[in-house]
């Protein structure tokens, strides 16, 4: 990489990098990230590490202990719970927007990516699922044409991510996820912001239900 003083887009890139590591967790929560092996690995200075950490951690997705450094941020079910309740919230906003403002086209979009998950999960295809269920929701952000919106979903969204990926749904669960995404999208194409704004609020809602079933279930199994 090619380097200069106060270079933001080269620091944008890195804190892009280090966030992709660490949601795809190749950084797991509790790792600590070594600054000399990054700037090795990136081929980027100290400064634009620092740069970028500190991004991270307006984002909590990172945190700087002391004498540990920096570390990626291990969400509990507390902070998951609070989080989900945000994104709730944040969903109602863009099924309400999006209903009003939603174009054809990006609502043939959205149909074709419900159509994605349906297959998805009929083949019990997670990782192709989880794909879709992630561009279905984003789509939705970017049909509500409110960008401060989705900026604030992306980053409770990653931060979600640092907890929900310990567990895959389950196939029933899958079923239930896209049935309701089916009604979001019904209510779509039908213009009805009120409907789509419960229903997507309802789909992260019932999302809450589905990590607290799953958590009860591997305590169950530790318990036996």
């Known amino acids: 990489m090619t380097e200069k003083p106060g270079d933001g887009s ?4 890195v804190r892009e990098e280090l966030t992709r590591l660490i949601l795809s967790g190749e950084f797991q929560p509790g790792d600590r990230l070594n600054e000399l092996s990054l700037t090795q690995r990136l081929g980027v200075s100290r400064g634009i590490i620092r740069e970028a950490v500190r991004s991270l951690e307006h984002a909590r997705l990172v945190e700087i202990i002391p004498n540990r450094g920096v570390v990626v941020r291990t ?26 403002r939603a174009s054809k086209e990006q609502l043939d979009a959205l149909s074709a990516l419900h159509a994605k998950m349906v297959a998805a999960t009929e083949a019990n295809d997670i990782p192709s699922y989880t794909a ?10 970017t049909a509500a044409s409110n960008s401060r919106l ?15 990926r ?56 530790r318990a036996g």
């Not at 969400?75 to 009003?100: F, H, K, Q, S, T």
């Not at 567990?167 to 209510?187: D, F, P, T, V, W």
């Open 10 to 13: 080269l620091t944008g890139g």
């Open 75 to 100: 969400v509990d079910v507390p902070d998951a719970l609070e989080l989900y309740e945000v994104r709730a919230a944040l969903a109602m906003a863009a099924g309400r927007l999006a209903a009003i």
């Open 150 to 164: 989705k900026e604030h979903d992306l980053s409770v969204r990653n931060e979600m991510q640092l907890y929900i």
């Open 132 to 141: 879709a269920n992630h561009a279905f929701h984003d789509a939705i952000f």
């Open 166 to 221: 310990r567990g895959a749904l389950g196939h029933a669960q899958l079923k239930a996820s896209n049935l309701e995404h089916g009604r979001i999208l019904a209510a779509l194409i039908a213009s009805d912001s009120e409907g789509a704004a419960r229903e997507f609020e309802q789909h992260i809602a019932n999302g809450k239900q589905r990590m607290l079933e799953n958590l009860r279930s591997a305590q169950a199994l």
